[in-house]
């Protein structure tokens, strides 16, 4: 009975702690929609103004997305989701590949190669800004989705996640398959990728998200402002030299959603991707 | 069950390799002729002001029909920050600028840091408007010889005040000759009201180049810093004084006066006054609606008789790069676009800025109704006028100017204006002394 | 026939490997070599390029700018790894307790703040820190009796801000590293401690903490990276220049050299230089922790 108690109170004072840390989590969120539905001038007048106040509140930020600039929020939107797409779909083919290869193997340099993803895992991809910018000028990829994907769409954290996860499958599907006179890669596109599906589910988040939320590189390879991904886009309206603040707070909550329901779609399998060995060192 | 889902992932792969191979030939770029079908010139035009792309975008529906080669051109508005640095790297790297860019004057020294500038000179395409333009505005943009660019404004800078607060605290701002003057009405101000006289900026020198400006003075000499000269120094100790001994002023909300935080603080009615060029006046027409009608605009005070009463401040030039795949062409439309008459006054009407050609400033279209007139008054330009001829400026171009910007915005400025920490004299002799290591 | 497949097999693994060989190849070792050599030219545009020796490498040891982002991003991963790490460890902990309700609804919700754009995060942080009484994060301080703080424009608060982003956005992702190694220990070795008499303190320092130790490496690691990349926080607070430098890092540097100033040759010394300091960093580490020590 005691027992019981103690642990009763043990579950109650943890859940406290949760709900506690989960209210903080959502305060920027909150700040976010409160700043979304108020009029710019009300929103900076305050520091960051979030108090609520439903007469003052309305839906102008909101409008704002379809008539500031003809709508070229939407147009951003449409480039953050046609670049992320693209990027996801090509980054999970490729590196479950390698990923595979590497793991279900033994083949001459199979330890150089690791070594150079593992070394490619710890060198922030930065220092290589101006030489890449080099390079795709030289292939003429400017201002184009394949500048801005191709250099990323063969991510060596997520080769080493497959690989982490591909370890942890018998290769013995492959030794039956074989004699079966199945090809090599019908192997891994029939038997494996459905056992990687799990992986398939963490990296499908981890990817979207680095990608929808990347900026700094799309920023240097996209040229015109209709070009632009969302977060380049709203930082561009940051300036005394337009009308555009409106956009920011709307613009920010819009672009939560679509990785919410990547999220939420994908939930479940993220969870037991990484289970599954994925992260294990 | 296990088939399908190779399947279906083979599907979306191929999809997206497809694409992705369409969309690199698509939006390749491919500058194969510079003429449109209809045998217009095609130039595209990068800026970071909406209105100013706008403006181009209808300068050259305007410049077809008086002009037998025509012009079609594609504008691009970019974000400033992002806009710079396409430039520097375009021009650097020899490819992918565009035929015009809008440059704005900090970053005009950076782009004619070079000796042998990757732009086009506008010199012959100047010459058939030279007497009417303000010459210190062209001196902004040149470079050995050679104007590089054409601004948009000439920048009169001026002190705006918001008669409500000077009501309030029974100061008369037309009375205001000097800064002692000024710094007497903050005292009153303050007292009063509780309200600032001025916020002054960290990020941004605005006031600190007028006010050296005035005073016939420069920190740059033959590109060397000249920071320690007996005019900066007391700018910068005025500027000290009003925060942290005469108590009139604080730092600028979000570091200048140009930022949306500082637009929210002054319409709120927090501040009394700010010493800024024209175009100010279109960010407070914009961003500060609950002043309408409050905000009078007077001459600079001054520090010494015989000071200037007003300064060239900011600016952006348009500038013709190398690029341009029909450069004479191409300066010309850019010297039309805001030298003739009927544009000049456009660039009253649309833009709210004081054009460089400034024969028109006298005339009666200035008074007319418009945005700004509805704002401020109708004898905006009246002020102006009367303080044509004292507009200068400091040095801009010279190869030292990006670094000394950048020395001051990021060291001289936080460690005096922000913090406390170190006397006027001291940080500029640092800052001097760095500059001309 | 037979010999045809073996022979498949041999070739099969490098038909997979090779898009990560390729891609290694044209966009990761080529544009290296490139910026290496760039660091020892002056670059006046990609065609017209002039020897300097070591000119560039002089005047990166002459950049105060250079010391001051060095010291700041050290600080910055110091601290970010000295909370990321340990707290989210504990709530991973205290989450995989058995009975607790609503487990996947709190872990969706800590997990969403990485699923947010640094910028977007940024700019909402941004003018929370404002140096108005009445921004946030002042208001909140007001509260406790303490004057508003100019957040953004002192060092110790600057950092502090980047550091708020940085926990509040990995806190989650951090969590859920440890959860996925927490569901991989087995509950019997936490019986047989209970039934030694070890309290809760006990078996998360003695069985814990050790056996996320392959998960510490990797969450350590990539913290590292992050760290040392750290960017756009930084951008979204202060742009590419913050007064005395209170936000400036490493890729500030690198960027600011190559798209505002134009200095090529300087920006690819700066990222060499990075790239050093990142595998001195990363040895450091390996040897300390024995990092994939028993890898094949």
């Given amino acids: 009975m005691g027992e019981t108690k103690k642990n009763r109170i043990r579950i109650t004072l943890s859940l406290i702690l949760m709900i506690?840390?989960?209210?903080?989590?959502?305060?920027?969120?909150?700040?976010?929609?409160?700043?979304?539905?108020?009029?710019?001038?009300?929103?900076?007048?305050?520091?960051?103004?979030?108090?609520?106040?439903?007469?003052?509140?309305?839906?102008?930020?909101?409008?704002?997305?379809?008539?500031?600039?003809?709508?070229?929020?939407?147009?951003?939107?449409?480039?953050?989701?046609?670049?992320?797409?693209?990027?996801?779909?090509?980054?999970?083919?490729?590196?479950?590949?390698?990923?595979?290869?590497?793991?279900?193997?033994?083949?001459?340099?199979?330890?150089?190669?690791?070594?150079?993803?593992?070394?490619?895992?710890?060198?922030?991809?930065?220092?290589?800004?101006?030489?890449?910018?080099?390079?795709?000028?030289?292939?003429?990829?400017?201002?184009?989705?394949?500048?801005?994907?191709?250099?990323?769409?063969?991510?060596?954290?997520?080769?080493?996640?497959?690989?982490?996860?591909?370890?942890?499958?018998?290769?013995?599907?492959?030794?039956?398959?074989?004699?079966?006179?199945?090809?090599?890669?019908?192997?891994?596109?029939?038997?494996?990728?459905?056992?990687?599906?799990?992986?398939?589910?963490?990296?499908?988040?981890?990817?979207?998200?680095?990608?929808?939320?990347?900026?700094?590189?799309?920023?240097?390879?996209?040229?015109?402002?209709?070009?632009?991904?969302?977060?380049?886009?709203?930082?561009?309206?940051?300036?005394?030299?337009?009308?555009?603040y409106q956009l920011l707070f709307a613009g920010s909550v819009m672009s939560v959603i679509p990785i919410l329901i990547v999220f939420a779609l994908n939930q479940n399998q993220f969870i037991e991707g990484l289970t599954s060995g994925g992260v294990k060192g | 069950m296990k088939k399908n889902f190779g399947k279906k992932i083979g599907l979306v792969l191929l999809?997206?390799?497809?694409?992705?191979?369409?969309?690199?030939?698509?939006?390749?770029?491919?500058?194969?002729?510079?003429?449109?079908?209809?045998?217009?010139?095609?130039?595209?035009?990068?800026?970071?002001?909406?209105?100013?792309?706008?403006?181009?975008?209808?300068?050259?529906?305007?410049?077809n029909k008086t002009h037998k080669q025509k012009i079609d051109l594609t504008v691009n508005v970019l974000p400033f920050d992002q806009m710079n640095q396409k430039l520097t790297v375009a021009l650097q790297s020899g490819s992918g600028a565009p035929d015009i860019a809008d440059v704005e004057l900090g970053q005009g020294a950076i782009q004619l840091k070079a000796?042998?500038?990757?732009?086009?000179?506008?010199?012959?395409?100047?010459?058939?408007?030279?007497?009417?333009?303000?010459?210190?505005?062209?001196?902004?943009?040149?470079?050995?010889?050679?104007?590089?660019?054409?601004?948009?404004?000439?920048?009169?800078?001026?002190?705006?005040?918001?008669?409500?607060?000077?009501?309030?605290?029974?100061?008369?701002?037309?009375?205001?000759?000097?800064?002692?003057?000024?710094?007497?009405?903050?005292?009153?101000?303050?007292?009063?009201?509780?309200?600032?006289?001025?916020?002054?900026?960290?990020?941004a020198m605005f006031q600190y180049d007028a006010m050296v400006t005035q005073q016939h003075a420069d920190y740059i000499k033959n590109d060397k810093a000249t920071l320690t000269n007996a005019a900066n120094v007391r700018v910068l100790t005025q500027l000290q004084n009003w925060i942290y001994k005469d108590k009139i002023a604080r730092t600028a909300v979000g570091g200048s006066i140009d930022n949306d935080q500082f637009f929210a603080e002054m319409n709120k009615g927090n501040v009394a006054s700010v010493t800024m060029p024209s175009w100010y006046m279109e960010r407070i027409a914009d961003h500060m609606p609950k002043l309408k009608g409050k905000i009078a605009i007077a001459p600079m005070p001054v520090f010494n008789e015989g000071d200037y009463r007003s300064a060239g401040g900011g600016g952006t030039g348009t500038m013709v790069t190398n690029q341009a795949s029909n450069k004479k062409l191409a300066a010309k439309f850019?010297?039309?676009?805001?030298?003739?008459?009927?544009?000049?006054?456009?660039?009253?009407?649309?833009?709210?800025?004081?054009?460089?050609?400034?024969?028109?400033?006298?005339?009666?279209?200035?008074?007319?109704?418009?945005?700004?007139?509805?704002?401020?008054?109708?004898?905006?330009?009246?002020?102006f006028v009367q303080l044509k001829s004292q507009v200068t400026s400091t040095t801009k171009t010279a190869k030292i100017s990006p670094d000394l910007n950048d020395y001051m915005l990021k060291n001289t400025f936080p460690s005096t204006l922000l913090k406390d920490k170190m006397t006027p004299k001291a940080a500029l002799q640092k800052a001097n002394d760095a500059l001309n290591k | 026939m037979q010999k045809k497949r073996i022979r498949w097999q041999s070739i099969a693994p490098y038909l997979f490997v090779a898009p990560f060989i390729i891609s290694f190849l044209v966009f990761s070792l080529y544009p290296f070599i490139n910026a290496v050599i760039m660091s020892f030219q002056q670059v006046n545009g990609f065609s017209d390029t002039q020897w300097v020796g070591l000119a560039n490498y002089r005047q990166l040891f002459n950049d105060g700018d250079f010391y001051a982002a060095l010291w700041n991003v050290l600080r910055y991963t110091?601290?970010?790894?000295?909370?990321?790490?340990?707290?989210?460890?504990?709530?991973?902990?205290?989450?995989?307790?058995?009975?607790?309700?609503?487990?996947?609804?709190?872990?969706?919700?800590?997990?969403?703040?990485?699923?947010?754009?640094?910028?977007?995060?940024?700019?909402?942080?941004?003018?929370?820190?404002?140096?108005?009484?009445?921004?946030?994060?002042?208001?909140?301080?007001?509260?406790?009796?303490?004057?508003?703080?100019?957040?953004?424009?002192?060092?110790?608060?600057?950092?502090?801000?980047?550091?708020?982003?940085?926990?509040?956005?990995?806190?989650?992702?951090?969590?859920?590293?440890?959860?996925?190694?927490?569901?991989?220990?087995?509950?019997?070795?936490?019986?047989?401690?209970s039934m030694d008499g070890a309290n809760g303190f006990q078996k998360f320092w003695y069985i814990t903490i050790p056996l996320l130790k392959p998960i510490t490496i990797y969450v350590l690691t990539?913290?590292?990276?992050?760290?040392?990349?750290?960017?756009?926080?930084?951008?979204?607070?202060?742009?590419?220049?913050?007064?005395?430098?209170?936000?400036?890092?490493?890729?500030?540097?690198?960027?600011?050299?190559?798209?505002?100033n134009g200095n090529f040759g300087y920006s690819c010394t700066l990222g060499v230089a990075l790239f050093a300091i990142v595998v001195v960093v990363n040895i450091i580490q390996t040897r300390v922790m024995g990092l994939f020590k028993d890898e094949g």
């Fill in chain 1, 20 to 244: 506690f840390l989960a209210i903080i989590v959502m305060i920027p969120f909150y700040f976010m929609l409160v700043a979304s539905f108020k009029d710019t001038s009300t929103i900076f007048s305050n520091g960051l103004n979030v108090d609520l106040n439903f007469k003052k509140m309305n839906l102008d930020s909101y409008k704002s997305l379809w008539t500031n600039r003809n709508g070229i929020y939407w147009q951003w939107f449409k480039n953050s989701l046609i670049i992320t797409i693209l990027e996801t779909v090509l980054v999970l083919a490729f590196t479950s590949m390698v990923g595979y290869g590497l793991a279900q193997y033994d083949f001459k340099g199979r330890k150089t190669i690791f070594a150079i993803v593992l070394i490619m895992m710890m060198v922030p991809s930065s220092i290589l800004l101006l030489p890449l910018y080099k390079l795709v000028t030289q292939l003429g990829l400017m201002n184009t989705y394949a500048g801005v994907i191709l250099p990323g769409i063969v991510p060596a954290s997520a080769i080493f996640f497959f690989r982490q996860f591909c370890l942890g499958l018998s290769r013995e599907f492959a030794e039956s398959a074989r004699i079966d006179g199945c090809g090599e890669f019908r192997i891994f596109w029939q038997i494996y990728v459905p056992l990687m599906k799990p992986a398939f589910g963490a990296m499908t988040i981890l990817t979207t998200m680095n990608s929808w939320n990347d900026f700094l590189w799309p920023l240097i390879v996209m040229k015109s402002d209709a070009n632009f991904v969302i977060p380049a886009g709203l930082l561009s309206a940051m300036t005394p030299y337009g009308n555009n």
């Fill in chain 3, 222 to 260: 990539i913290s590292i990276m992050a760290g040392f990349s750290m960017f756009n926080e930084s951008y979204v607070y202060w742009g590419a220049q913050s007064p005395n430098n209170v936000g400036t890092t490493l890729v500030t540097l690198i960027y600011k050299a190559a798209f505002t």
């Fill in chain 3, 78 to 193: 110091f601290w970010t790894i000295l909370i990321l790490i340990p707290l989210p460890m504990l709530v991973a902990y205290i989450m995989n307790q058995k009975g607790l309700p609503m487990k996947g609804f709190f872990r969706s919700v800590y997990f969403v703040p990485v699923l947010t754009s640094s910028v977007i995060a940024g700019l909402i942080f941004k003018y929370a820190f404002s140096s108005e009484k009445t921004g946030v994060f002042n208001e909140w301080i007001s509260h406790l009796g303490i004057a508003p703080v100019d957040w953004l424009n002192s060092s110790g608060t600057a950092m502090f801000a980047l550091i708020v982003i940085a926990v509040w956005r990995w806190l989650g992702t951090n969590m859920i590293y440890f959860l996925s190694g927490l569901q991989g220990i087995s509950p019997e070795l936490y019986e047989s401690a």
């Fill in chain 2, 334 to 383: 850019v010297v039309w676009a805001k030298a003739s008459k009927g544009q000049a006054v456009k660039i009253w009407e649309d833009l709210g800025f004081d054009p460089v050609r400034s024969d028109i400033w006298s005339e009666p279209v200035m008074k007319e109704d418009n945005k700004y007139t509805r704002y401020f008054g109708k004898d905006i330009f009246d002020t």
């Fill in chain 2, 115 to 203: 000796d042998k500038p990757a732009y086009y000179p506008l010199n012959s395409a100047l010459k058939p408007y030279m007497n009417n333009l303000v010459k210190s505005r062209l001196d902004n943009f040149k470079k050995n010889g050679n104007y590089y660019g054409l601004d948009y404004h000439v920048g009169t800078t001026v002190t705006y005040y918001n008669t409500d607060i000077m009501k309030a605290a029974g100061v008369d701002y037309t009375k205001i000759k000097t800064w002692d003057d000024y710094e007497k009405a903050g005292e009153q101000v303050k007292a009063k009201t509780g309200k600032w006289m001025n916020e002054v900026e960290y990020s």
């Fill in chain 2, 15 to 63: 999809t997206a390799l497809t694409t992705i191979g369409l969309a690199a030939c698509g939006n390749g770029g491919s500058s194969s002729s510079n003429k449109t079908a209809d045998g217009k010139t095609k130039m595209t035009m990068w800026t970071f002001v909406d209105a100013q792309g706008t403006f181009f975008k209808n300068a050259a529906k305007s410049w």
